[in-house]
């Protein structure tokens, strides 16, 4: 039994939703602690031959990391708060079997991250996806700066984490964010038929494409250290402070660039 995560098994596909709706889903630790469990059941059963991740709900994917857990955390501890998502994400990535983020309604933030950690992206037509943690006073710490670059390219990563402008799926897929945009109500089936069909290639192969695309990007490299320093030095400034207070608030924020 899981908390904050509602899960279906059958022949072999697990459709995991992220089941926090007061929240719009967003991840707090206890959510990224069930999804470790559940990574690392689907490296080691033969049973578990792929993951769908979706949102619970009519509204969101995944709002982003829960900003109330978010804004009480120390400059030490954002840094740990970094890594292990970080670690999480890279399990999904990594994951020698597929898995497919099925997004529907809200992918912001640590949520955009998640489905980038994802092999592959099916949105719904009402999908939005964003960076938008400067709103806040930082800066992504799942591993979007390097993953939305990886997507989109350089110029429009920038772009997105520099506004933290929220996109909607058309554009999403048209910049290569997301694989396919479909129905909402043909989301899940599009999801499952396209599992499905992986399912019956070789396995071993499916976990080879996996690894060797993967070998080319280089968890190891200098950029994902570089994010959980940075995403830590900013929770350090006033300015998160004020970010993450306006958000809980419900008010504008007022940003003055002290630190
Ligand atoms: N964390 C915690 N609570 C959240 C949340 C989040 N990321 N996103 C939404 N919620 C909560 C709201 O506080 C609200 O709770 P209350 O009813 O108790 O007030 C509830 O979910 C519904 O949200 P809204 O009233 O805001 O709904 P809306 O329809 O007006 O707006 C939204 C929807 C545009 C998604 C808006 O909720 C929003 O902007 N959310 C935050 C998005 C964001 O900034 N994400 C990045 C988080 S930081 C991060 O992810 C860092 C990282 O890389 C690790």
Redesign the pocket.
């Known amino acids: 039994m899981m908390e904050n995560l509602t899960i279906d098994h059958t022949d072999g596909i697990l459709t995991v939703s992220i089941t926090r709706p ?3 889903n ?3 630790l206890k959510t990224l602690s069930e999804l470790i469990v559940i990574l690392q059941q689907t490296y080691e059963q033969a049973d578990h031959r792929g993951i769908i991740l979706t949102g619970a709900g009519e ?2 994917f995944v ?8 804004s009480a955390l120390t400059q030490e501890q954002a840094y740990s ?2 890594q292990n ?1 970080q670690r999480l994400f890279k399990l999904i990535e990594d994951c020698p079997k597929p898995v497919i983020a099925a997004v529907n309604g ?1 992918a ?4 955009c ?1 998640l489905a980038m950690a994802c092999h592959i992206r099916i949105a719904s037509e009402n999908a ?1 996806f964003g ?3 400067v ?2 006073g ?5 591993g ?1 700066t390097q993953r939305l670059t990886q997507l989109v390219g350089r110029g429009k990563a920038l772009e997105l984490m520099m506004t933290g402008d ?1 996109i909607d799926a058309q554009e999403a897929k048209a910049i290569g964010l997301v694989n396919h945009v479909v129905p909402k109500a043909d989301l899940m089936t599009f999801t499952g038929d396209m599992m499905r069909r992986i399912l019956t290639k070789g396995p071993f192969a499916v976990s080879q494409v996996i690894k060797s695309v993967n070998a080319g990007f280089g968890f190891a490299q200098a950029g994902y250290e570089a994010e959980a320093q940075n ?1 830590a030095a900013c929770t350090g400034n006033a300015d998160f402070v004020e970010g993450t207070s306006a ?2 608030e ?1 008010r504008q924020p007022q940003f003055k660039g002290e630190r």
């Open positions: 007061e929240a719009l967003a991840l707090n509204k969101a709002a982003g990391a829960d900003i109330k857990e978010l708060f970094a998502g809200y912001l933030g640590g949520g991250e939005k960076q938008p943690e709103n806040l930082i800066i992504p710490g799942y979007g929220t995403f958000f809980i419900k």
